[in-house]
Protein backbone atom coordinates (compact mmCIF):
# COMPACT_ATOMS: atom_id res chain seq x y z
CA UNK A 1 0.00 0.00 0.00
CA UNK A 2 1.07 3.58 -1.17
CA UNK A 3 0.18 7.01 0.42
CA UNK A 4 -0.65 10.37 -0.87
CA UNK A 5 -2.53 13.64 -1.40
CA UNK A 6 -4.51 15.43 -4.21
CA UNK A 7 -3.00 19.02 -4.71
CA UNK A 8 -6.78 20.53 -4.46
CA UNK A 9 -5.93 20.69 -0.79
CA UNK A 10 -3.26 23.16 -1.55
CA UNK A 11 -4.65 25.16 -5.37
CA UNK A 12 -7.19 25.00 -7.40
CA UNK A 13 -4.99 25.05 -10.24
CA UNK A 14 -1.42 23.02 -10.47
CA UNK A 15 1.26 25.35 -11.97
CA UNK A 16 5.01 25.16 -12.09
CA UNK A 17 4.99 27.36 -8.26
CA UNK A 18 2.88 24.76 -6.93
CA UNK A 19 5.80 22.16 -7.01
CA UNK A 20 6.70 24.35 -3.82
CA UNK A 21 4.64 22.11 -1.79
CA UNK A 22 6.40 18.48 -3.17
CA UNK A 23 8.48 19.31 0.35
CA UNK A 24 6.49 19.13 2.60
CA UNK A 25 4.38 16.66 1.30
CA UNK A 26 7.42 14.39 1.42
CA UNK A 27 7.88 15.96 5.34
CA UNK A 28 4.45 13.88 5.87
CA UNK A 29 6.49 10.52 4.73
CA UNK A 30 3.73 10.38 1.87
CA UNK A 31 4.70 8.40 -1.26
CA UNK A 32 2.87 10.38 -4.10
CA UNK A 33 1.20 13.20 -5.17
CA UNK A 34 -2.76 13.40 -6.99
CA UNK A 35 -2.05 16.50 -9.35
CA UNK A 36 -5.52 17.93 -10.62
CA UNK A 37 -4.74 19.22 -14.44
CA UNK A 38 -7.31 21.77 -15.12
CA UNK A 39 -6.10 21.83 -18.65
CA UNK A 40 -3.10 20.97 -21.18
CA UNK A 41 -0.44 23.35 -20.58
CA UNK A 42 -0.57 24.43 -17.36
CA UNK A 43 2.72 23.10 -16.42
CA UNK A 44 6.16 22.05 -17.44
CA UNK A 45 5.70 18.28 -17.22
CA UNK A 46 9.34 17.75 -17.54
CA UNK A 47 9.74 20.49 -14.42
CA UNK A 48 6.97 18.73 -12.45
CA UNK A 49 8.57 15.18 -12.90
CA UNK A 50 12.40 16.42 -12.38
CA UNK A 51 10.73 18.22 -8.66
CA UNK A 52 8.76 14.93 -8.16
CA UNK A 53 12.04 13.23 -8.81
CA UNK A 54 13.90 15.79 -6.53
CA UNK A 55 11.90 15.37 -3.68
CA UNK A 56 11.39 10.89 -3.50
CA UNK A 57 7.95 11.38 -4.74
CA UNK A 58 5.98 10.02 -8.14
CA UNK A 59 2.86 11.06 -9.78
CA UNK A 60 0.53 8.04 -8.87
CA UNK A 61 -2.12 9.93 -10.38
CA UNK A 62 -3.76 12.38 -12.94
CA UNK A 63 -7.44 13.74 -11.36
CA UNK A 64 -9.23 15.10 -13.75
CA UNK A 65 -11.36 18.19 -13.41
CA UNK A 66 -14.96 17.80 -15.46
CA UNK A 67 -16.49 21.38 -15.37
CA UNK A 68 -20.05 22.06 -17.10
CA UNK A 69 -18.63 21.42 -20.95
CA UNK A 70 -16.69 18.60 -20.45
CA UNK A 71 -19.12 16.05 -21.05
CA UNK A 72 -18.53 12.50 -22.51
CA UNK A 73 -22.17 10.96 -21.55
CA UNK A 74 -23.86 13.73 -24.02
CA UNK A 75 -26.58 14.70 -25.41
CA UNK A 76 -24.59 17.88 -26.27
CA UNK A 77 -21.85 17.38 -28.61
CA UNK A 78 -19.64 20.13 -27.90
CA UNK A 79 -19.30 19.49 -24.81
CA UNK A 80 -18.45 15.61 -25.52
CA UNK A 81 -16.14 16.40 -27.92
CA UNK A 82 -14.12 18.51 -25.28
CA UNK A 83 -14.48 15.65 -22.62
CA UNK A 84 -12.87 13.78 -24.76
CA UNK A 85 -10.18 15.31 -26.00
CA UNK A 86 -9.29 17.09 -22.50
CA UNK A 87 -9.43 12.91 -21.33
CA UNK A 88 -6.66 12.56 -23.89
CA UNK A 89 -4.93 15.44 -22.90
CA UNK A 90 -4.41 13.73 -19.24
CA UNK A 91 -4.13 10.69 -20.40
CA UNK A 92 -0.49 11.75 -22.72
CA UNK A 93 0.33 13.97 -19.22
CA UNK A 94 0.17 10.57 -17.15
CA UNK A 95 3.03 9.13 -19.95
CA UNK A 96 5.08 12.77 -19.37
CA UNK A 97 4.48 11.97 -15.78
CA UNK A 98 5.47 8.61 -15.37
CA UNK A 99 2.21 8.16 -14.10
CA UNK A 100 0.14 4.83 -15.21
CA UNK A 101 -3.59 6.11 -14.00
CA UNK A 102 -6.00 8.90 -14.65
CA UNK A 103 -8.72 9.15 -11.72
CA UNK A 104 -12.59 10.72 -11.43
CA UNK A 105 -15.79 11.58 -12.56
CA UNK A 106 -15.01 11.12 -15.56
CA UNK A 107 -18.32 9.65 -17.21
CA UNK A 108 -19.85 13.38 -16.77
CA UNK A 109 -19.20 16.78 -15.37
CA UNK A 110 -19.74 17.74 -11.35
CA UNK A 111 -22.65 18.86 -10.02
CA UNK A 112 -25.03 17.27 -12.97
CA UNK A 113 -27.71 15.53 -11.02
CA UNK A 114 -31.41 16.32 -12.41
CA UNK A 115 -33.68 14.04 -12.81
CA UNK A 116 -33.87 12.40 -16.35
CA UNK A 117 -36.17 10.11 -18.02
CA UNK A 118 -35.15 6.67 -17.94
CA UNK A 119 -35.20 7.05 -22.10
CA UNK A 120 -32.76 10.03 -22.11
CA UNK A 121 -30.71 7.68 -19.06
CA UNK A 122 -30.78 4.99 -21.52
CA UNK A 123 -29.83 7.27 -24.34
CA UNK A 124 -26.61 9.08 -22.05
CA UNK A 125 -25.55 5.45 -21.15
CA UNK A 126 -25.15 4.47 -24.68
CA UNK A 127 -23.07 7.69 -25.02
CA UNK A 128 -20.91 7.33 -22.65
CA UNK A 129 -20.30 3.32 -23.64
CA UNK A 130 -19.37 4.69 -26.64
CA UNK A 131 -17.15 7.81 -25.33
CA UNK A 132 -15.55 5.25 -23.43
CA UNK A 133 -14.95 2.86 -26.07
CA UNK A 134 -12.65 5.48 -28.38
CA UNK A 135 -10.78 6.84 -25.28
CA UNK A 136 -10.12 2.93 -23.93
CA UNK A 137 -8.49 2.55 -27.26
CA UNK A 138 -6.30 5.85 -26.57
CA UNK A 139 -5.60 4.47 -23.17
CA UNK A 140 -4.70 1.27 -24.28
CA UNK A 141 -1.82 3.02 -26.92
CA UNK A 142 -0.77 5.18 -24.11
CA UNK A 143 -0.33 2.04 -21.87
CA UNK A 144 -2.58 4.25 -18.90
CA UNK A 145 -5.51 2.98 -17.26
CA UNK A 146 -8.42 4.93 -16.14
CA UNK A 147 -10.27 4.84 -12.98
CA UNK A 148 -13.73 5.91 -12.89
CA UNK A 149 -15.08 7.37 -9.44
CA UNK A 150 -18.76 6.56 -8.61
CA UNK A 151 -20.14 10.31 -6.86
CA UNK A 152 -22.67 11.16 -3.90
CA UNK A 153 -26.50 11.97 -5.44
CA UNK A 154 -25.53 15.76 -4.79
CA UNK A 155 -22.87 15.77 -7.65
CA UNK A 156 -24.32 13.06 -10.23
CA UNK A 157 -26.91 11.54 -11.27
CA UNK A 158 -24.98 9.17 -13.51
CA UNK A 159 -22.93 6.80 -10.94
CA UNK A 160 -23.28 7.22 -7.29
CA UNK A 161 -22.04 3.22 -6.21
CA UNK A 162 -19.65 1.01 -7.06
CA UNK A 163 -22.36 -1.40 -8.80
CA UNK A 164 -22.86 1.46 -11.38
CA UNK A 165 -19.06 1.38 -12.19
CA UNK A 166 -18.94 -2.86 -13.02
CA UNK A 167 -21.85 -2.22 -14.73
CA UNK A 168 -20.62 0.55 -17.09
CA UNK A 169 -16.91 -0.93 -17.51
CA UNK A 170 -18.86 -4.36 -18.17
CA UNK A 171 -20.89 -2.37 -20.86
CA UNK A 172 -17.39 -0.87 -22.29
CA UNK A 173 -15.51 -4.26 -22.29
CA UNK A 174 -11.95 -2.98 -21.83
CA UNK A 175 -9.07 -3.77 -19.56
CA UNK A 176 -8.40 0.05 -19.66
CA UNK A 177 -11.34 0.83 -17.45
CA UNK A 178 -11.09 0.90 -13.56
CA UNK A 179 -13.05 1.44 -10.50
CA UNK A 180 -11.79 4.81 -8.45
CA UNK A 181 -13.86 4.35 -4.73
CA UNK A 182 -13.82 7.23 -2.33
CA UNK A 183 -14.62 6.48 0.94
CA UNK A 184 -16.50 10.36 1.39
CA UNK A 185 -19.27 9.05 -1.25
CA UNK A 186 -19.15 5.54 -0.36
CA UNK A 187 -20.38 6.59 3.67
CA UNK A 188 -23.39 8.42 1.60
CA UNK A 189 -24.44 6.36 -1.03
CA UNK A 190 -23.08 2.66 -0.16
CA UNK A 191 -25.47 0.25 1.83
CA UNK A 192 -21.98 -1.24 3.21
CA UNK A 193 -18.55 0.63 2.06
CA UNK A 194 -16.54 -2.79 2.80
CA UNK A 195 -19.49 -4.60 0.50
CA UNK A 196 -18.26 -1.71 -2.04
CA UNK A 197 -15.01 -2.36 -2.02
CA UNK A 198 -15.60 -6.04 -2.30
CA UNK A 199 -17.85 -5.82 -5.17
CA UNK A 200 -15.01 -3.67 -6.82
CA UNK A 201 -12.53 -6.65 -6.06
CA UNK A 202 -9.60 -6.75 -8.89
CA UNK A 203 -10.89 -3.82 -10.56
CA UNK A 204 -10.54 -1.03 -7.48
CA UNK A 205 -7.24 0.81 -8.99
CA UNK A 206 -7.59 3.73 -6.73
CA UNK A 207 -8.98 5.01 -3.15
CA UNK A 208 -9.78 8.38 -2.66
CA UNK A 209 -9.56 8.41 2.01
CA UNK A 210 -11.48 11.49 2.81
CA UNK A 211 -14.32 11.58 5.98
CA UNK A 212 -17.74 11.89 6.14
CA UNK A 213 -17.05 16.03 6.44
CA UNK A 214 -14.51 16.27 4.38
CA UNK A 215 -12.20 16.88 6.41
CA UNK A 216 -8.75 14.47 7.59
CA UNK A 217 -9.08 10.46 7.32
CA UNK A 218 -9.63 9.51 10.99
CA UNK A 219 -11.22 12.38 12.63
CA UNK A 220 -15.10 11.36 11.92
CA UNK A 221 -17.38 9.17 10.95
CA UNK A 222 -16.16 7.17 8.22
CA UNK A 223 -16.05 3.03 9.12
CA UNK A 224 -12.17 3.00 8.67
CA UNK A 225 -11.68 -0.32 10.13
CA UNK A 226 -14.36 -1.83 7.43
CA UNK A 227 -12.28 -0.14 5.02
CA UNK A 228 -9.11 -1.47 5.78
CA UNK A 229 -10.65 -4.87 6.36
CA UNK A 230 -12.25 -5.01 3.07
CA UNK A 231 -8.94 -3.45 1.21
CA UNK A 232 -7.26 -6.91 2.56
CA UNK A 233 -9.63 -9.09 1.97
CA UNK A 234 -9.04 -8.33 -1.78
CA UNK A 235 -5.47 -7.93 -1.36
CA UNK A 236 -5.54 -3.99 -2.50
CA UNK A 237 -1.34 -2.72 -2.72
CA UNK A 238 -2.43 0.67 -4.84
CA UNK A 239 -2.84 4.06 -3.42
CA UNK A 240 -4.30 5.82 -1.13
CA UNK A 241 -4.90 9.29 -1.40
CA UNK A 242 -5.90 12.02 0.83
CA UNK A 243 -9.07 14.10 -0.86
CA UNK A 244 -9.83 16.52 1.58
CA UNK A 245 -10.58 20.30 0.84
CA UNK A 246 -10.18 23.86 3.30
CA UNK A 247 -11.84 26.82 3.25
CA UNK A 248 -8.39 28.07 2.17
CA UNK A 249 -8.52 27.14 -1.96
CA UNK A 250 -11.94 29.63 -2.66
CA UNK A 251 -12.92 27.99 -5.61
CA UNK A 252 -12.59 24.03 -4.39
CA UNK A 253 -14.67 25.44 -1.55
CA UNK A 254 -17.18 26.64 -3.22
CA UNK A 255 -17.48 23.58 -5.59
CA UNK A 256 -17.23 20.70 -3.13
CA UNK A 257 -19.32 22.99 -0.10
CA UNK A 258 -16.60 23.28 2.47
CA UNK A 259 -18.21 25.96 4.46
CA UNK A 260 -16.20 26.04 7.61
CA UNK A 261 -12.52 25.06 8.71
CA UNK A 262 -12.22 21.26 9.96
CA UNK A 263 -8.68 21.88 10.99
CA UNK A 264 -6.30 24.51 11.06
CA UNK A 265 -4.80 24.75 7.89
CA UNK A 266 -3.72 22.39 4.77
CA UNK A 267 -0.77 20.92 6.40
CA UNK A 268 -2.22 19.64 9.66
CA UNK A 269 -4.59 17.97 7.54
CA UNK A 270 -2.76 16.22 5.92
CA UNK A 271 -0.52 15.46 8.45
CA UNK A 272 -2.92 14.13 10.80
CA UNK A 273 -5.05 12.12 7.77
CA UNK A 274 -1.34 10.41 6.76
CA UNK A 275 -0.34 9.58 10.18
CA UNK A 276 -3.93 8.08 10.91
CA UNK A 277 -3.98 6.38 7.40
CA UNK A 278 -0.15 4.98 8.08
CA UNK A 279 -1.00 3.29 11.43
CA UNK A 280 -4.09 1.87 10.53
CA UNK A 281 -2.71 0.55 7.48
CA UNK A 282 0.41 -0.59 9.55
C1 LIG B 1 -15.54 15.18 -5.90
O1 LIG B 1 -16.49 15.11 -4.91
C2 LIG B 1 -14.49 14.17 -5.73
O2 LIG B 1 -14.52 13.31 -4.92
C3 LIG B 1 -13.37 14.27 -6.65
O3 LIG B 1 -12.50 13.22 -6.48
C4 LIG B 1 -13.88 14.34 -8.06
O4 LIG B 1 -13.24 15.29 -8.79
MN1 LIG C 1 -12.81 11.88 -4.64
Redesign the pocket.
Known amino acids: MKFGV ?1 T ?1 LYSAKFTDESTNIFRSIKDTGLDGVEI ?1 LEQKGDIDYSKTLYKLKENGLECCSI ?4 GENRDIRGPNKEYIKNGISYIKDCIDACVSLECKLF ?3 LYSS ?1 GRANLESPEDKKEQWKTCVSSFKELCKYAGEKEVYMAI ?1 P ?2 RF ?1 TDFINICRDAVNIINDVGSKMLKI ?1 L ?1 T ?2 MNIEEKSSGDAIIEAGDLLYHI ?1 A ?1 ENDRGAPGTGQVDWKKVKESLKKIGYDKYIVI ?1 SFTPEVRIIAKA ?1 SIWRQTEKDANTLVEKGARFLKELFG
Do not use: R, T
Not at 63 to 66: A, E, H, I, M, P
Open positions: NLACGLFVGPVELNEHDFHHSEA
